[in-house]
Nanobody
Framework: QLVESGGGLVQPGGSLRLSCQGFGSSLYFYALGWFRQAPGKERGRVSCISMHDDKSDVADSVKGRFTVSKDNAKNTAYLHINRLKSEDTANYYC????????????????WGKGTPVTVSS
């Protein structure tokens, strides 16, 4: 089971740290992908981080503002979002897949229920 947290209402230019924690089993052999879905739009991946090596990536559209990190001891991955913009408003989901996130795909083994992020003044 994956549980996201850390979302909320933030002013433009602000920052957030989203957390994705695994419960019930170790995420060590998995990678965790962060996805977002804005109202009326398709879900898309913004980042992925391997829990068992140093591999990670961030989508070009958010590179420079989004970073990812992990804490294996807490079975948790984080998405750090800086200089938030109104277009970052979305539900943010994490999902796990063995080894690494498949490119350009939502085909992940299991998903969290999401955490909402609203960027507004």
């Amino acid at each position: 089971q994956l549980v996201e947290s850390g979302g909320g209402l933030v002013q433009p230019g602000g920052s957030l740290r989203l957390s994705c924690q695994g419960f019930g089993s170790s995420l060590y052999f998995y990678a965790l992908g962060w996805f977002r879905q804005a109202p009326g739009k398709e879900r898309g991946r913004v980042s992925c981080i391997s829990m068992h090596d140093d591999k990670s990536d961030v989508a070009d559209s958010v590179k420079g503002r989004f970073t990812v990190s992990k804490d294996n001891a807490k079975n948790t991955a984080y998405l750090h979002i800086n200089r938030l913009k109104s277009e970052d408003t979305a539900n943010y989901y994490c999902a796990a897949e063995r080894d690494y996130c498949p490119p350009d795909s939502l085909d992940m083994e299991f998903w969290g229920k999401g955490t909402p992020v609203t960027v507004s003044s």
